[in-house]
């Protein structure tokens, strides 16, 4: 089986799950999609939510024990080899800012689904 994920998909929502001595990584997905506004179309992406407190998210999660830490540590080392980056610690990394929903967003979600945004 192949699996596609395309990096705008990608989020930084990430939890960790345990389960009957396995390790799961879960990355939760926000699909980017177009709504109209009155302003006309809009990009958004966030969480798939049918109303408050119905999370319909995609997610996918990476299974393993302490095996899927080399796994995923090979693949980030692949990537940096790809690009020839110096891997810059993520300590020391600006946070990302592509998971905040806008305000254009946020106005143009609760105009399809008021109440749907919770502050």
């Given at each position: 089986?192949?699996?596609?994920?395309?990096?705008?998909?990608?989020?930084?929502?990430?939890?960790?799950?345990?389960?009957?001595?396995?390790?799961?990584?879960r990355?939760?997905?926000?699909?980017?999609?177009?709504v109209?506004?009155?302003?006309?179309?809009?990009?958004?992406?966030?969480?798939?939510?049918?109303?408050?407190?119905?999370?319909?998210?995609?997610?996918?999660?990476?299974?393993?024990?302490?095996?899927?830490?080399?796994?995923l540590?090979?693949?980030?080392?692949?990537?940096d080899?790809?690009?020839?980056?110096?891997p810059?610690?993520?300590?020391?990394?600006?946070?990302?800012?592509d998971?905040?929903?806008?305000?254009a967003?946020?106005?143009?979600?609760?105009?399809?689904?008021?109440?749907?945004?919770?502050?």
């Open positions: 089986m192949r699996v596609n994920i395309y990096a705008e998909e990608m989020s930084e929502d990430i939890e960790i799950i345990e389960k009957k001595g396995f390790t799961g990584l990355l939760f997905l926000y699909l980017p999609t177009t109209q506004t009155t302003e006309g179309p809009k990009q958004v992406r966030g969480k798939f939510m049918h109303r408050p407190d119905d999370d319909d998210s995609a997610a996918v999660t990476f299974w393993g024990k302490r095996d899927l830490r080399k796994v540590k090979k693949m980030l080392a692949k990537l080899e790809h690009y020839g980056d110096d810059v610690p993520l300590a020391t990394r600006e946070p990302a800012r998971n905040t929903i806008s305000q967003a946020e106005e143009a979600l609760e105009e399809l689904h008021p109440g749907i945004i919770r502050r």
